[in-house]
């Protein structure tokens, strides 16, 4: 799913639910071939070529789209099955790694605050 509306123009959603789902306009439904990997059709939208070719196909009215036709017509780098399966893993990895450190740089943010507080209330 891509969002094809306002803002969020170019966000992507992977739905591998069985279950049935509803969406409305402002979101392209991509189905894939059981040959394309969808976390690296994910990571492909997501980066910056993605967004790019999204952002060539807007069209800057009051509240920005893109139509259907239009996502049709992004043209996509498919390597074969197993190397769209290495890059979504490394991509992955990376993505778990930014945010093990954020967490990190947050511990340590209020950890200093602690400590600086600590200091001026018992010097």
């Given at each position: 799913?891509?969002?094809?509306?306002?803002?969020?123009?170019?966000?992507?959603?992977?739905?591998?639910?069985?279950?049935?789902?509803?969406?409305?306009?402002a979101?392209?439904?991509?189905?894939?071939?059981?040959?394309?990997?969808?976390?690296?059709?994910?990571?492909l939208?997501?980066?910056?070529?993605?967004?790019?070719?999204?952002?060539r196909?807007?069209r800057?009215?009051?509240?920005?789209?893109?139509?259907?036709?239009?996502?049709?017509?992004?043209?996509?780098?498919?390597?074969?099955?197993?190397?769209?399966?290495?890059?979504?893993?490394?991509?992955?990895?990376?993505?778990?790694?930014?945010?093990?450190?954020?967490t990190?740089?947050?511990?340590t943010?209020?950890?200093?605050?602690?400590?600086?507080?600590?200091?001026?209330?018992?010097?």
């Open positions: 799913m891509i969002a094809i509306v306002g803002a969020t123009i170019g966000q992507v959603g992977i739905y591998m639910n069985i279950r049935e789902a509803n969406i409305n306009q979101i392209a439904l991509v189905r894939l071939k059981k040959e394309i990997n969808h976390q690296y059709i994910k990571e939208i997501k980066s910056s070529i993605g967004q790019l070719s999204l952002n196909l807007k800057p009215v009051a509240r920005a789209n893109i139509n259907l036709e239009e996502i049709s017509t992004i043209l996509v780098v498919l390597p074969p099955l197993d190397k769209q399966k290495e890059i979504a893993n490394r991509i992955q990895i990376i993505r778990n790694n930014v945010n093990d450190l954020k990190k740089a947050i511990q943010l209020q950890q200093a605050k602690e400590e600086i507080e600590k200091i001026i209330l018992f010097s």
